[in-house]
């Protein structure tokens, strides 16, 4: 596709259940973030892809909390026993990385998001 | 990490030009100050990035001093869809790139 898409729009759970919520990055973009959104708060940063690994999920914020990415595209953010502190939306976003220095151009293209409620 | 401050929150009406400043005191020498802009319900989307002085496009102008500490996003005539939060971001756009987003500034555009 053209843009970023995700996965589903909305998912609506129960408190202990898990979920998962997919993200298919703009194609030949190797860079991959996931960010969280409460509301009316900023974006919280969850974990970053450069191709399948990820150098950096430090904002990933419990053990509950893990992502993968296969191929180079398309990622997947699951949440074991979910909690009502889980509740946002989550976003994905890519980048294109420039040069064989893996120098990323900086602009993200994010998707519309996964609103997630957990009941 | 450079930390930018921004005001939480502006007030414009249509047809006005909207100045929104962000301060980046602790700015690194090869950091690039970038904008996005995010609408209800929708993922930010890039505006405008810049290293100093002055950057234009068909959305936005981007005010860079020659100290860097400070940036300024410029909205010419804003209309009614204007209404969004605006981000100021400060980083290296290179290796392994973490944007850090902020609360924003929400800017109403009333009519």
């Known amino acids: 596709g053209a843009g970023v898409s995700q996965s589903p729009s909305n998912k609506v759970t129960e408190k202990g259940k898990d979920v998962e919520l997919r993200c298919d990055p703009i194609s030949g973009h190797t860079a991959l973030y996931w960010y969280r959104q409460s509301l009316g708060q900023g974006l919280e940063f969850l974990i970053y892809?450069?191709?399948?690994?990820?150098?950096?999920k430090s904002g990933l914020p419990s053990d509950r909390f893990s992502a993968e990415r296969t191929g180079g595209s398309v990622s997947t953010l699951t949440i074991q026993r979910t909690q009502q502190e889980d509740s946002a939306v989550y976003l994905c976003?890519?980048?294109?990385?420039?040069?064989?220095?893996?120098?990323?151009?900086?602009?993200?293209?994010f998707g519309e998001g996964s609103r997630l409620t957990v009941l | 990490l450079a930390k930018t401050t921004q005001p939480i929150s502006m007030d414009s009406y249509e047809g006005q030009e909207v100045n929104i400043t962000c301060s980046h005191n602790n700015i690194a020498t090869n950091d690039y100050i970038t904008w996005y802009q995010q609408f209800p319900s929708q993922g930010p989307r890039f505006i405008i990035q810049?290293?100093?002085t002055k950057v234009t496009n068909e959305v936005a102008s981007l005010f860079i001093p020659a100290d860097r500490k400070s940036s300024t996003l410029s909205l010419p005539r804003v209309s009614l869809s204007d209404t969004a939060v605006y981000y100021c971001l400060v980083g290296f756009p290179g290796g392994s790139y973490i944007p850090t987003f902020g609360r924003g500034t929400s800017l109403i555009v009333h009519p």
């Open positions: 976003a890519s980048s294109l990385v420039r040069g064989t220095s893996g120098t990323n151009t900086g602009e993200l293209f």
């Open positions: 810049g290293y100093k």
């Open positions: 892809f450069q191709g399948n690994s990820a150098p950096d």
